[in-house]
């Protein structure tokens, strides 16, 4: 049996602090840098509003197609009956596994490999989710969890699974429950019309990362509503149409769209000097560049894009200053 202190993983609003949240120490900015990233985070770099043209800047790379269609995901079928769950791990190799369920109580579904577990919110009326496969190459022990009482939860259903990614892309390369999206998804067509002129990588990832802060707006109403929420799960559709939402929202829209261009993007959630904020950026991997007056996304290697924070211009509180930065989630 575990306590919800254990499984308590979801990320409400920018802005919660944790004074114990540890530092990496260095200066990292909030576009990207060209030395390696990695999940540790690595790389500093200037915001956005150094360029007077955010569509600016050298692009590099091989010719760049666009993927045909998004390949959508294979879910676990939805139960029928109470209580009955079910685990789908026949694309695991594909960086993602699925899972529903039928329960009266709350549902948690957890993805544990060797000492790190991940655990997302289950709809316990047989709606299916995705979560990445990522921790990389290895065991893997899925397991649904039910709330008994209080903060305890039971193990009702369990898999191992033993995981050999086609590429270390792939948990970034597809839908998942926290950058969610169809070949019919709004974001997906929005993707495809910015890229439609893009000669390389590097043109793709100004297109989006230009569209996004130029267009969407950081919602500070919705962060205070969420600064002590737990549960929260971005919608790229929704904030693509409304153009304004928090942290994760940016992120997820972000990772969305590069996602079904194939590009490799991934949801970082962590924290942000300097009062320790708990915050949502990217970290995107292009075989190419963009150089833009004073950050640079080099070839192949992570960098990270705070969309959040060049699209603010660094103007809000809830999003910290753009320097130091403490990865704990890779979604």
């Given at each position: 049996?575990?306590?919800?202190?254990?499984?308590?993983?979801?990320?409400?609003?920018?802005?919660?602090?944790?004074?114990?949240?540890?530092?990496?120490?260095?200066?990292?900015?909030?576009?990207?840098?060209?030395?390696?990233?990695?999940?540790?985070?690595?790389?500093?770099?200037?915001?956005?509003?150094?360029?007077?043209?955010?569509?600016?800047?050298?692009?590099?790379?091989?010719?760049?197609?666009?993927?045909?269609?998004?390949?959508?995901?294979?879910?676990?079928?939805?139960?029928?009956?109470?209580?009955?769950?079910?685990?789908?791990?026949?694309?695991?190799?594909?960086?993602?596994?699925?899972?529903?369920?039928?329960?009266?109580?709350?549902?948690?579904?957890?993805?544990?490999?060797?000492?790190?577990?991940?655990?997302?919110?289950?709809?316990?009326?047989?709606?299916?989710?995705?979560?990445?496969?990522?921790?990389?190459?290895?065991?893997?022990?899925?397991?649904?969890?039910?709330?008994?009482?209080?903060?305890?939860?039971?193990?009702?259903?369990?898999?191992?699974?033993?995981?050999?990614?086609?590429?270390?892309?792939?948990?970034?390369?597809?839908?998942?429950?926290?950058?969610?999206?169809?070949?019919?998804?709004?974001?997906?067509?929005?993707?495809?019309?910015?890229?439609?002129?893009?000669?390389?990588?590097?043109?793709?990832?100004?297109?989006?990362?230009?569209?996004?802060v130029q267009n969407v707006t950081y919602d500070t109403q919705k962060a205070k509503e969420?600064?002590?929420?737990?549960?929260?799960?971005?919608?790229?559709?929704?904030?693509?149409?409304?153009?304004?939402?928090?942290?994760?929202?940016?992120?997820?829209?972000?990772?969305?769209?590069?996602?079904?261009?194939?590009?490799?993007?991934?949801?970082?959630?962590?924290?942000?000097?300097?009062?320790?904020?708990?915050?949502?950026?990217?970290?995107?991997?292009?075989?190419?560049?963009?150089?833009?007056?004073?950050?640079?996304?080099?070839?192949?290697?992570?960098?990270?894009?705070?969309?959040?924070?060049?699209?603010?211009?660094?103007?809000?509180?809830?999003?910290?200053?753009?320097?130091?930065?403490?990865?704990?989630?890779?979604?």
């Open positions: 049996m575990l306590s919800a202190a254990v499984l308590a993983l979801s990320l409400a609003g920018c802005g919660g602090s944790s004074e114990s949240a540890p530092s990496d120490g260095a200066a990292q900015g909030a576009l990207g840098a060209t030395s390696n990233a990695g999940s540790e985070g690595a790389g500093g770099a200037t915001n956005a509003s150094e360029s007077d043209d955010p569509l600016g800047g050298e692009t590099s790379g091989p010719a760049y197609s666009a993927p045909a269609a998004v390949e959508e995901p294979t879910v676990a079928e939805a139960p029928k009956d109470e209580p009955q769950c079910a685990i789908d791990a026949s694309c695991a190799s594909k960086g993602y596994v699925s899972a529903a369920a039928v329960n009266s109580a709350r549902l948690k579904l957890q993805v544990s490999s060797g000492d790190m577990s991940y655990n997302y919110d289950l709809p316990s009326d047989g709606t299916p989710i995705v979560a990445p496969l990522n921790m990389g190459n290895g065991d893997y022990e899925i397991r649904i969890m039910q709330n008994t009482q209080g903060n305890n939860y039971v193990e009702i259903a369990a898999e191992s699974v033993s995981v050999a990614l086609d590429s270390e892309f792939e948990p970034y390369l597809r839908p998942n429950q926290f950058c969610n999206y169809r070949n019919d998804s709004q974001a997906v067509a929005k993707a495809r019309e910015l890229a439609a002129g893009a000669t390389n990588q590097g043109d793709v990832v100004r297109a989006v990362y230009s569209y996004i969420l600064a002590d929420a737990t549960g929260y799960v971005p919608n790229p559709d929704e904030t693509l149409a409304t153009e304004k939402g928090i942290c994760f929202d940016y992120a997820s829209l972000a990772a969305a769209m590069l996602r079904s261009l194939g590009i490799p993007c991934q949801i970082v959630t962590g924290y942000v000097s300097p009062d320790n904020i708990y915050h949502a950026w990217n970290m995107v991997y292009i075989d190419g560049s963009w150089s833009c007056l004073g950050y640079n996304i080099g070839p192949n290697a992570w960098t990270r894009m705070d969309l959040t924070f060049a699209a603010s211009d660094g103007g809000t509180s809830e999003i910290g200053d753009g320097t130091d930065y403490t990865d704990r989630y890779v979604y």
